[in-house]
């Protein structure tokens, strides 16, 4: 409860929140979206990350290494992982490292007089919400110590609600707007996804919408008017919506990572994201681009 396993740590500004402001992503994420751009990120237990031009045998005890390559069957096998834990070395990193809670603290009091513009701290993923407790203990020293906080969540724990009162900015990635697709394609349950956001319109003070348009997925005009009959139903008092372009920035790490990366657009991305943002403006929703 009282560690986080992170997989990346940066400065980020305005894009994950107000301001300027320090970005964990946890690890682990219990979706398997394909176009995910860390996919590092995404399993509880870690990924072995390698460059195959850094490979050196030398570095596993247990012959997994060989050929140039690293046999991930054998590595599964493995709890020592003496390839990032002794023999540390270029051509393998472990996705993760673990801190405390206290520790993180520290970091970010050290860093308060960068957060300017209303910077802090977000929380994002993987998906934040896959390591509840210490996530709502980490968030209760942050809020202790008056740090602006954000959370970047798919929206699919049944428990986010219980961490509002922690939480100055929510932002929900909603994959789709129909149950049926979001659970084959990604694996998401929406009926509590669309419960939290639905949920989170009403209660939360601060709420973001972000929708990322995957072609062949959930990019159509058609689309975007399912998207719209939804979300209009909603109070929208403090609610934005933004749409983001789907891009392939992860492909690389899926080959570090031993994935396949099955996404194959072609021709280049094509909706444009203005006249969504004006079907939703006309309906008196709130746009805005980070
Ligand atoms: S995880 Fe274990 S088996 Fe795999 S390369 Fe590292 S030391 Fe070798």
Known sequence: MDKLKIFQKGWNFSQDGPGNRLVYHLQGCNLHCPWCTNPEGMLPEGTLLV???????SVCPHGAI???????????QCSSRECVTVNLNQGIRLSYSMYSCVQLLHEVI?????????????????EPSLQYDAVRHFLGLLKANEINTVVETNGSHSKLSALFPLIDML??????YDVG??????????????????????????????????????????DIV????????LPREHLAIEFLHYHE??????????????????GGVKEDITEYESLFRQAGMNVIRT
């Open 226 to 233: 399912h998207f719209l009959s939804l979300l209009k139903l």
């Open 110 to 126: 050290s860093s308060k007089h960068l957060f300017h513009n209303g910077g802090g701290v977000t929380l994002s993923g993987g």
């Open 171 to 176: 932002i929900i990635d909603l994959k789709h």
């Open 66 to 76: 060989y050929n140039g390559k690293i046999d991930r069957r054998i590595c599964a």
């Open 249 to 266: 920035y992860g492909r690389v790490k899926w080959e570090e990572c031993g994935m396949e990366y099955k996404m194959n657009i072609t």
């Open 51 to 57: 460059r195959k031009d850094k490979l050196l045998p």
């Open 181 to 222: 697709k979001g659970l084959s394609v990604v694996g998401v349950n929406n009926n509590v996804v669309l419960g939290n956001i639905s949920r989170a319109a009403e209660e939360h003070g601060n709420l973001l919408i972000r929708i990322t348009l995957i072609p062949g997925f959930n990019s159509t005009g058609d």
